[in-house]
Nanobody, 122 residues
């Protein structure tokens, strides 16, 4: 059974940096980060496939970097130049199996972490 445990959330000032981690307890293929605020539906940030190819949502390009450490089976999300609009609960997601590229739709992911809060203060 896949178990995902996020860590690294917290408070950061505008312009600061933060790293989120997600420990994967089992073998999965695609992994990704999504985020949600009370006013919006859960939206994608980035996904990554087993060979390290990453895809970012257009609005997330430039300040977010997704990566995966196979030895530690841990997924990371680095946020740089944080903005108040990045305040959200960030979720790690994973799925087994994919065709050519990892899906970016949240409903294509069957395993989710509990979420970690990121707050960016101005």
């Amino acid at each position: 059974q896949v178990r995902l445990v996020e860590s690294g959330g917290g408070s950061v000032q505008t312009g600061g940096s933060l790293r989120l981690s997600c420990k994967d307890s089992s073998f999965t293929d695609c992994m990704g980060w999504f985020r949600q605020t009370p006013r919006k539906e859960r939206e994608g940030v980035a996904v990554i496939d087993p060979v390290g190819s990453a895809q970012y949502e257009d609005s997330m390009k430039g300040r977010f970097t997704i990566s995966f450490d196979a030895d530690k089976t841990t997924l990371y999300l680095d946020l740089n130049n944080a903005k108040p609009e990045d305040t959200a609960v960030y979720y790690c997601a994973a799925r087994v199996g994919y065709f050519d590229v990892c899906p970016r739709r949240r409903d294509m992911y069957t395993n989710w972490g509990q979420g970690t809060q990121v707050t960016v203060s101005s």
